[in-house]
């Protein structure tokens, strides 16, 4: 299957916002507990998508070096050793851009934060990928990829989906390229998103829950009660988590060609009391075009 190839440039002539394979996983757990499995399932990412090559590493400060076995070392070493009052973070990329490769962590330290904005803040591990590596390894293989990322993972929820990336400056625009033909377009941030909490991000091809969102739903049983359209797949993983698949492939919903998305409707309302919602920033009210995006699948 072909994806559509969605590009917003800005005034500047910049890349602001690109199509791309998404994965992110959320977990409320702080770094110096989960930093172990976060390297193993960065270096399990670098492994499996060859031929494709991240290239940079960004050390911070905005400093970034090449991607060489040294480079990588160290970053290693910084994550697996922050302190309790150190977060750990790592970044890498391909080539930059937000068309390409990317690898965003960003860790909790174990002191809680002093500020109530940042109340809401988990480790969040962001991997992303080109369109290209869909369709040239098709959704199986992408499904398998991310069973074993998440099989690292002490996620309490996460996704994988073809989606639109987009800075958060350039969002409003970014929005008129999927608004409103391709509904099962997911418009995700350019990089990770900490303020989710235990909530979910959203409704995708493939839904990974964990605690405390599974328990409230009954578990793997209430879900098969619930979820009995045809095309839901359910599978039970380790340490009481579920991936829900909606179909076999990501759907962008073309509504030009009458594609309705009803397993994503009934998994939105399934989930709708434990739907994320996107917060405002340094108090700045949230463009109403967002909020109605985000709620395509209930309204």
């Not at 790592?90 to 002191?111: F, P, Q, T």
């Not at 793997?220 to 839901?232: D, I, K, V």
């Not at 579920?242 to 009803?262: K, S, Y």
Request: charged share 25%; hydrophobic share 40%.
């Amino acid at each position: 299957m072909r994806y559509p190839r969605l590009r917003y440039h800005n005034k500047r002539g910049w890349l602001g916002a690109s199509d791309a394979l998404l994965m992110c996983f959320y977990m409320p757990h702080p770094n110096e507990r989960i930093a172990p499995a976060i390297i193993r399932a960065v270096e399990l990412f670098r492994e499996r998508i060859r031929p494709y090559r991240l290239a940079w590493n960004n050390t911070g400060d905005g400093q970034a070096e090449p991607l060489d076995d040294a480079s990588w070392e160290r970053t290693r070493k910084k994550t697996l050793e922050a302190g309790p009052d150190r977060s750990g973070t790592l970044m890498l990329e391909g080539k930059g851009g937000v068309d390409d490769l990317h690898v965003d962590y960003r860790g909790l330290s174990s002191v809680p934060l002093p500020w109530p904005e940042r109340k809401d803040d988990v480790c969040v591990l962001y991997l992303r990928l080109p369109t290209e590596y869909l369709e040239e390894w098709g959704p199986k293989h992408v499904r398998v990829l991310a069973l074993e990322l998440a099989a690292e993972l002490p996620f309490s929820s996460g996704y994988v989906d073809f989606v639109l990336c987009s800075s958060r400056a350039d969002s409003v625009e970014a929005l008129k390229l999927i608004r409103p033909r391709y509904q099962g377009v997911h418009l995700a941030s350019s990089g990770a998103t900490m303020n989710v909490n235990t909530w979910v991000e959203g409704i995708h091809w493939m839904n990974f829950l964990g605690q405390p969102v599974l328990g409230k739903l009954g578990g793997m049983s209430g879900l098969r009660e619930r979820l009995t359209l045809p095309g839901f797949s359910l599978q039970e993983m380790s340490g009481d988590r579920v991936l829900i698949t909606l179909g076999e492939r990501p759907e962008v919903g073309d509504m030009e060609v009458g594609q309705t998305l009803p397993l994503h409707r009934a998994l939105a309302r399934l989930l709708e009391p434990y739907l994320y919602q996107r917060k405002s920033m340094f108090g700045r009210p949230l463009p109403e075009e967002l909020l109605r995006w985000d709620r395509r699948f209930l309204d």
